[in-house]
């Protein structure tokens, strides 16, 4: 089991760096952006350290 980072709340479990029972993410950092040229709400943004699970 990877270990949570507390400062990184995550509830998407299809990524392979989620923790599984816990809903944080297991890396140090993760990189956030926009697959819009002009981000107006929450749908608009993404994590850009995700990678699906195998
Ligand atoms: S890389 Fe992004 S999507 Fe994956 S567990 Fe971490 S925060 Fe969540």
Do not use: W
């Amino acid at each position: 089991m990877d270990d949570p980072n507390r400062s990184i709340q995550c509830s998407v479990s299809q990524c392979e760096y989620h923790c599984g029972d816990c809903d944080y993410c297991s890396l140090d950092t993760v990189r956030i952006g926009t697959h819009e040229s002009d981000p107006t709400n929450v749908k608009c943004v993404d994590c850009m350290s995700f990678v699906a699970k195998r």
